[in-house]
């Protein structure tokens, strides 16, 4: 099974601050990691598919990058909006992983 | 648009059969190549894959439900179930449905908006 660790666990940041959200793989996964939102109530949003492609919709201050066992989501320009928690998610292999998510707090 | 619901009984009883359906609308559950997925988030805490069916009725499990779990599909109805035997209180949590995006192995990019399953007596 491939473990994704996402640092760090909770983050409390101001509004347009940047904010760095890091996934780890316990293998390398090439581009198969994908990132999610979600906020409180909700079911996960997709933000951005195979580690750096933007899903349709999604606000232009997300952006990932990374290949192989090292990702990093990235939310420039923070909004009170985006208050929520993220997590990775694998598709290399079976079973499907997520990272343990990461909080996001607004200041 | 893909849309998906989660229905069945908001508690279930420890040791009993946890038994949920998700409803396709949108798209068939037997045509296009895309798994059909379960995934469970217990209270306060991340999200969890249980396992997936293929449009051709093929299934994989999370190896640590494996031989708790059963996924299967009724295509005439466009839905897809899911049932989990000898449920305990560590199986509490919201469970959703979701379909990958494209075909094979992907993102999740439609999901249910899920159903919250207590397990208590």
């Known amino acids: 099974e491939i473990v994704l660790t996402q640092s760090p666990d909770f983050q409390s940041v101001t509004p347009k601050e940047k904010v760095t959200i890091t996934c780890r793989a316990s293998?390398?996964?090439?581009?198969?990691l994908h990132w999610y939102q979600q906020k409180p109530d909700q079911s996960p949003k997709l933000l951005i598919k195979?580690?750096?492609q933007s899903f349709s919709g999604v606000p232009s201050r997300f952006s990932g990058s990374g290949s192989g066992t090292d990702f990093t989501l990235t939310i420039n320009s923070l909004e009170a909006e985006d208050a929520a928690t993220y997590y990775c998610?694998?598709?290399?292999?079976?079973?499907?992983?997520f990272g343990q998510g990461t909080e996001v707090e607004i200041k | 648009q893909v849309q998906l619901q989660e229905s069945g009984p908001g508690l279930v009883k420890p040791s009993e059969t946890l038994s949920l359906i998700c409803t396709v609308s949108?798209?068939?559950?037997?045509?296009?190549?895309?798994?059909w997925n379960w995934i469970r988030q217990p209270p306060g805490t991340g999200l969890e894959w249980i396992g997936h069916?293929?449009?051709?009725?093929?299934?994989n499990y999370n190896p640590s439900l494996k031989s708790r779990v059963t996924i299967s599909a009724d295509t005439s109805k466009n839905q897809f179930s899911l049932k989990l035997s000898s449920v305990t209180t560590a199986d509490t949590a919201v469970y959703y449905c979701?379909?990958?995006?494209?075909?094979?192995?992907?993102?999740?990019?439609?999901w249910g908006q899920g159903t919250l399953v207590t397990v208590s007596s």
């Open positions: 979701a379909r990958d995006g494209v075909a094979g192995l992907a993102y999740f990019q439609h």
């Open positions: 949108g798209g068939s559950v037997s045509s296009g190549s895309y798994y």
């Open positions: 069916i293929y449009y051709n009725g093929s299934t």
């Open positions: 293998q390398s996964i090439g581009s198969s």
């Open positions: 195979y580690a750096s």
């Open positions: 998610h694998q598709s290399y292999s079976l079973p499907r992983t």
